[in-house]
């Protein structure tokens, strides 16, 4: 990550969606393991190449959310890529805690769709509400 938070013609470069948005996937370092697909802004890419974290914008909660700022589950970013149209990033990450997933699991991606249904194959590794103190969906 050699860019800089000050230059930043390189964040033109990337084509936003009419909402400002752009789809970022997290993909483990080492193992290769996609862990998640969350939406950026500009202000939430440029302060992730800033703070060396994943930090992603929430559609919900419409606003900037840190990467495990509840979970204490932070995503330290080794590497940025831009795909071939200039429309998704890919962060390769080291994932702090073993957990990406805010259901508790190693990663987002843990249904597989079997005979026509959606079967969880991802183990919870911890309770979302051991995670969060609450009941978190």
């Given at each position: 990550m050699t860019s800089s938070a000050t230059n930043?013609?390189?964040l033109?470069?990337?084509?936003?969606?009419?909402q400002g948005l752009v789809p970022a996937i997290a993909q483990e370092t080492g193992t290769g393991k996609v862990l998640m697909m969350a939406w950026m802004n500009r202000q939430a890419?440029?302060?992730t190449v800033k703070e060396k974290h994943a930090?992603?914008?929430s559609r919900s909660r419409q606003k900037l959310w840190h990467k495990g700022e509840e979970s204490g589950h932070v995503q330290l970013v080794q590497e940025i890529r831009l795909d071939c149209d200039n429309d998704v990033i890919?962060?390769?990450?080291?994932?702090q805690g073993g957990i990406a997933c805010h259901t508790g699991r190693h990663n987002c991606f843990y249904q597989r769709l079997e005979n026509d249904h959606w079967q969880a194959v991802e183990p919870v590794l911890k309770?979302?509400?051991?995670?969060?103190g609450k009941k978190h969906e």
């Open positions: 930043q013609k390189w033109d470069q990337v084509k936003w969606d009419e890419l440029a302060l930090v992603y914008w890919l962060l390769i990450v080291e994932q309770e979302a509400d051991q995670i969060y």
